[in-house]
Each structure stands twice: as C-alpha cells, then as structure tokens.
C-alpha cells in the first residue's frame, strides 16, 4: 500500500524525522522508519489536523488499492458537500432569500460538481 502511495504521480512527499509520508487529496499516509507500521489518515474527521482512520477503513484500502480507496472515499466526501449545499440552499429559499447568499452557495456547488466530475473521470480510467 505504501509503495502504491509513493508511486502515485500526485502524492506529495512530505517525510519527516523518523518517518516517511505522502499525501493525496488529503489523505496521509505514513511509514515508521523504525517499525514498519504504516498508518493513513484522514484530515476530514478534524478541522485542524490529521486522524487515523476507523480500522474498518484499512480493509477498503487493502481491497481499493491506495489511488482507488482515496479516490472514493473523496468522492464521498463531495456528495456529503453537496448535501449540505442543497439544505443550504433550501434554508436560503425558505427564509432569507438572499441574493448573494445564494449566488455564493449556487458557486460553491458548481466548484464541487467540477471537482466531482474530474475525479470520477480519473475512476473510470
């Protein structure tokens, strides 16, 4: 899994002292130089810094392999975006109705769907 991660094209190195790391559309992956124990992580679960993802999580990745698991799990993320894009929207509909609120929230789905669409393209190649 490391090694896919490494040889990822659009990972970033980003080593440290004692350890070796790189991350991909947000998701970090390390391996300590002296065990070997590799962990991935997830900056979406903390606003301010990296999480280990669920155990559960590691199965989908050994399964997905690195690029395909990070990829989907991205995906994921998106639609959850959009959701809460569109109860924005709605809110905004229902009681404020502000022009500018909503040309900001209509921007910011386009901006997503685009992202969206770019990386289910990478998925189906």
Not at 7 to 26: Q, T
Not at 76 to 81: A, M, N, Q, V
Not at 99 to 118: A, G, N, V, W
């Amino acid at each position: 899994m490391f090694k896919q991660a490494r040889s990822e094209h659009s990972s970033i190195e980003v080593d440290g002292d004692g350890y070796k790391a790189c991350v991909y559309l947000g998701v970090k992956i390390t391996k300590d130089d002296v065990s070997g124990e590799i962990k991935i992580y997830d900056p979406q679960k903390s606003a301010n810094y990296y999480v280990e993802i669920d155990k559960a999580l590691y199965s989908f990745f050994i399964n997905k392999g690195w690029t395909g698991a990070v990829i989907e799990l991205t995906l994921k993320k998106y639609k959850d975006k959009l959701e809460r894009v569109k109860d924005s929207m709605a809110r905004e509909m229902n009681s404020g109705q502000s022009p500018k609120r909503l040309r900001i929230l209509k921007e910011t789905r386009e901006h997503i769907l685009k992202k969206y669409y770019k990386l289910t393209q990478k998925l189906n190649k």
